[in-house]
C-alpha cells in the first residue's frame, strides 16, 4: 500500500493513523508493531464509509485526529468522513463487512462541496476545541465546516489554483494553508460580526460536483 498520511493520536501517543491508495484508515498501536511480535502489519482497528467498502477507485489523502480521538479522513473525488472510535470496522475489516453483527450502524459525519482531485489535499480540524474542520480545494478556497452537522460556514481564497495543505496552531486560533503559489499564508479570526457565504457558492459547489460527474463518467465509460 502507498501511504499518503500519518498522524499521531494527541490523546494517547501509542496509537497512530495512516491513510493511503486504497478506502481504510487504519491506527496501529505502537507497542503491537514490533516485528519480533509477527503483528507489524496488523491495524488495531479500521475506517471507511460503508458505501466505499471494496471500491478500487478512491484513496485517502490525509487523515487527522481531533482532541476528542475522532479520525478526519479525505478521499480522493469523494468526500471528507468523521469517523467515531465506535465505528471502526476492526483489524480485518473485509471479514467484518461480510458479517452485519461486527459492522457498526452509526454513520459518520461527511463534508461536502470542496474538490480533491487534482493533487494530495490535506484536511485538519481547526478551533479552540477542535469544533471546525479545515480543506483545501482544487479551486483554491479554503472550505470550513462545523465539525457537529457539517454545516459549511466560510470560504475563503487561498491560493490562485490548489490549496493543499492546512496546518493549525497547537496553541491558538492561527491556521497557515499553501497551495501551488510561492507563499504560505496565515489566517486568524478577526472579525467581529459572522460573515457570510460568497454569492456564488451554489455555482462553486456545482461546478466541483459537475467535474466530479464528469470524472466518474470517464472513468466507468472510457
Known sequence: MRLNAIVMNPRDPHYFAVGGSDEYARVYDIRKSCVASGMADQPVNTFTPQHLVGSDQVHITCVAYSLQEELLASYNDEHIYLFEKTMG??????????????????????????????????VNFFGPNT???????????????????????ALRMGDEQVVNCLEPHPFVTVLATSGIDSDVKIWMPT???????????????????????SLFLFVCFR
Open 89 to 122: 470496522l476492526g483489524p480485518n475489516p473485509k471479514a467484518a463487512s461480510l458479517d452485519d453483527h461486527n459492522v457498526s450502524e452509526e454513520a459518520p459525519q461527511v463534508y461536502t462541496g470542496h474538490r480533491n482531485a487534482q493533487t494530495v489535499k490535506g
Open 191 to 213: 472579525a467581529t460580526e459572522v460573515l457570510s457565504l460568497p454569492d456564488d457558492v451554489n455555482e462553486v459547489s456545482g461546478k466541483i460536483l459537475f467535474r466530479m460527474l
Open 131 to 153: 469544533e471546525y474542520v479545515v480543506s483545501g480545494s482544487d479551486c483554491g478556497r479554503i472550505f470550513i465546516w462545523k465539525k457537529k452537522g457539517g454545516q459549511l460556514v
